[in-house]
C-alpha cells in the first residue's frame, strides 16, 4: 500500500467519472475526468444497500481484477411499505416468500467478478449472491450460513471460502483479511438474531430463512489502496483498532446513532481515513432510478458527523451505480 506518513503523504486524486449528482465533492484535489480507467486507478461503484464493487487493473497481468461487496441490485419490495414507491409496479413480497434475483438489473450491470464478500446473510447482502455467483464463477467469501445459502443455490464448492472472521488471505492480487463484528442495533438495541442456515438446507429459502448468521467487515488490499468495508451500523472497536485504510465504506444509517461515540470511534480506530464514503443509507426497496431511492436526510447528518470528527478526510457521497475512480500519485 502506498499510504505515507506526514512527510509524504499520499495525495489521493477522486475522479469521478459521472457527476455526484446533488453532493459535489468540493476539494481542490478533485477531478472530474471521463475515459477509461487508468492503470493506478481503483474504481468504486455503489450499488445500494452494502453493496459495493471494487475494480483495478493489475500490475502483473494487466487484467482486470474485481471484488464485490454484499451485491443487492434487485431492490425487492418487502419489509416495510412506508419504503415502496407508489409508482413501483413491481411485486411486494412477505417473510414467507421466495425472492428471486432481477437478473436484467444484473446482467446489465455485472460482467466480471473475482471476488464476492458477504458481510451477512440477511436478504439485502445475501439475496443476489448466489446469481452473480453462477454468471461470473467468482470465489464467495462469507461466513458458515452464507456458504450454506450459496450450497443451497448450486454454487459449486471450489468458489466458497467459509470464513469465521480473524483470517487474512492472500490471493496475490487482491488480499482480504476478515474482520469479526456485529450487526446493527435495530429495534431500539433489541434486535438479536442467532439462527444460522445449515449445511443441507435447499432452495428455494423464504425472505425469512435469510438470516444474519454474525456479521463482519473486511480489508481489502488492492491496487495500492487499503479499503475497509461495512456491511451494518457497528463494529467491534477492538478489531479495527489499528488498521490504517486510505479508504473506508462506513454504514450511515440512523441505527448508528444508537452506538455510544459511533462516528468518532471509528474514525480514531481506523486512523482518519483519508477517503470516507456512507454506505447502507440509501431507500433498498425502491428500484433505481426511483425518486425516492436516496435518503439524502441520513447522509446529510452522518456527514455533518464526519465532518466534525475527522474534518481531513475527504468524504465522497456515492449515487447509484456511478463510477468513482481513486487513484494514488
Ligand atoms: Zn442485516
Redesign the pocket.
Known amino acids: 500500500m502506498k499510504r505515507l506518513d506526514a512527510a509524504g503523504r499520499v495525495v489521493l486524486l477522486v475522479m469521478v467519472a459521472m457527476s455526484l449528482g446533488c453532493y459535489p465533492s468540493e476539494s481542490p484535489e478533485t477531478e472530474t475526468v471521463s475515459g477509461p480507467p487508468r492503470d493506478d486507478s481503483l474504481t468504486f461503484r455503489y450499488f445500494g444497500a452494502a453493496g459495493w464493487e471494487m475494480s483495478a487493473i493489475t500490475e502483473a497481468s494487466g487484467d482486470t481484477v474485481v471484488v464485490l461487496v454484499d451485491p443487492y441490485l434487485t431492490r425487492a419490495k418487502y419489509g416495510s411499505p412506508d419504503s415502496w414507491d407508489p409508482t413501483d409496479t413491481r411485486p411486494s413480497y412477505t417473510r414467507a416468500d421466495t425472492l428471486f434475483s432481477d437478473v436484467d438489473v444484473i446482467d446489465a450491470q455485472i460482467d466480471q467478478a473475482d471476488f464476492i464478500l458477504v458481510q ?1 446473510a ?1 436478504p ?2 445475501v439475496m443476489d449472491v448466489p446469481y452473480i455467483a453462477h454468471r461470473t464463477g467468482a470465489v464467495v467469501i462469507g461466513h458458515e450460513t452464507t456458504i450454506n445459502i450459496m450450497r443451497a443455490y448450486g454454487v459449486p464448492d471450489i468458489q466458497l471460502i467459509t470464513v469465521r472472521g480473524g483470517e487474512d488471505y492472500d490471493f496475490g492480487d487482491v488480499s482480504i483479511r476478515v474482520i469479526p463484528s456485529l ?2 442495533p ?1 429495534s431500539d438495541k433489541r434486535y438479536y438474531q442467532s439462527r444460522v442456515v445449515e449445511q443441507g438446507a435447499t432452495r428455494p429459502l423464504r425472505i425469512s430463512q435469510l438470516v ?1 448468521g454474525g ?1 463482519l467487515m473486511f480489508l481489502v488490499r488492492i491496487a495500492g489502496h487499503d479499503v475497509v468495508t461495512m ?2 451500523m457497528n463494529f467491534i472497536e477492538r478489531q479495527i483498532e489499528g488498521l490504517r485504510p486510505d479508504i473506508a465504506l462506513i454504514g450511515a444509517a440512523p441505527s448508528h446513532l444508537e452506538i455510544y461515540e459511533y462516528t468518532p470511534r471509528l474514525m480514531r480506530a481506523l486512523g482518519f481515513p483519508e477517503v470516507v464514503m456512507p454506505t447502507h443509507a440509501d431507500n433498498f426497496q425502491a428500484p433505481y432510478g426511483s425518486t425516492i431511492a436516496y435518503r439524502t436526510e441520513w447522509v446529510e447528518a452522518f456527514s455533518a458527523e464526519v465532518r466534525e470528527a475527522s474534518p481531513d478526510s475527504r468524504l465522497i457521497i456515492p449515487r447509484h451505480l456511478e463510477p468513482i475512480r481513486l487513484f494514488a500519485r
Do not use: A, F, R
Open positions: 451477512h440477511h439485502d447482502h450487526h446493527s435495530l444474519e456479521s456491511g451494518s
